[in-house]
């Protein structure tokens, strides 16, 4: 999908963690020929973001671009901008995509191909950083789009992180549920259940992170779907099949709408 | 998967509804050879299961096999069996097999390939006339299975009803609460949300009527899945992030429990 670039974007690109996501940008940079040098620590080395940006902090060069691929971006500002000096460009991204698996052997070159990321910059974000960090993401292969903050982690906590959320739950509860019956719930797993399980072997690390960073975002969106739920539950039991009916016709047509997207 | 059969298993196969699963059954029991001859009336002729088995009756052979495909079984045994007169079989059964699409023209003969079919005999269910239909099941690519019917009817809340009763209603409040974010919900779907509403996109008819008729053990897995996730809420909102990591673990191992048993 993407030609290598005529000329690198950038001289040296130094990648702080090696995992699914690290790993694959480094293929992907390559691939591109989108920086002349690639240099990388593992993450383990570092600790969280803000811990990070602290250790970095005094070998960073004046006009270099820092960045982050984190899933939750407030957190991620409020974590690591009070560490950077002046003079270094700071511009959050999360590039929305990912697999269930996680580790340095999981990453692949065309992994954000087609995808989504979004650059997040702040009010104070040098125009030409700004810029370049997005000419680097679509060198990867991504579209970008570039979002408030804030707007970025409520729109996650709907689009991601709720879904993630109660994938977990329902993995857990069936197989809680499952007891004697166990080995037939895995069995049947056909019927919807498999979609959740493959989104409830994501990493547990980073989504335990996300869950305590964007707390505010998924308690709302929680409360919301918690009281449609319950909704759902009581027309179930007092036998109100058209309340079901109605729901169950207008998700078919957000379904269409997102094919019309060719996200699906 | 499935080499034509020497010899039909049946001479005649009568279809009452040629949508996703009886097209299906059709092209793939033409696929096998499983009958000399198939023919089929759309079920809007005839209505929901009890009242096509009240209408058919009279035209029924001795020791013909009535059987059907629906989602929930013992609320299909209770409607048909009082209709259906001594002499012949009835034999409830289910593939668990389907997609979001429905009607005639989303049927195609590999749909049962490899997937389960679970057959729930009665207790004096002729034993000539379940291999048969079991073997006519194998025929047309399933694999098989034998389940009481209540027994089904809880597996199948669980690992079916219960995630697609989530799956309409997260979309359902993802659409909600998008409001002026809701393109952007659309797009950045990638992040777990597309996975719901391929599920949510499934035939409302059929699924108004899978919740009406599994009532009692659709709302006891909900009211288990309700206090799970309560208690995931109230970890988020006290960082209790240690609880959320446990689970996480867990589900993960539950996925590769699945894949293990090849179903992934």
Known sequence: MT??????????IALIGIGLIGGSIALAARRGGLATRIVAA????????GEAARI?????????????????????????????????HFVPAHPVAGTENSGPEAGFA???????????PLPDSDAAAVDKLEAFWRGLGSQTDRLDPADHDRILAITSHLPHLIAYTIVGTADDLGGHLNSEVLKYAAGGFRDFT????????????????NREAVLEVLQRFQEDLFYLQRAIRWGEGDKLFDLFTRT???R???IHLHQA
């Open 3 to 12: 030609k290598p670039q005529s000329s690198p974007i950038f001289d040296k």
């Open 42 to 49: 593992t993450r383990s080395e570092v600790g969280a973001c």
């Open 56 to 88: 970095i902090a005094p070998k960073l060069k004046p006009d270099c671009i820092v960045s982050d691929v984190g899933s939750v971006k407030q957190a991620v500002v409020d974590a690591m901008k009070p560490h950077l000096p002046a003079g270094v």
């Open 110 to 120: 065309e992994l954000f191909d087609g995808r989504w990321t979004i650059l997040t």
């Open 198 to 213: 493959r989104i409830a072997a994501s990493d547990p690390t980073m989504w335990r992170d996300v869950f305590m960073n």
């Open 252 to 254: 078919r047509e957000i």
């Open 256 to 258: 269409r709408a997102l």
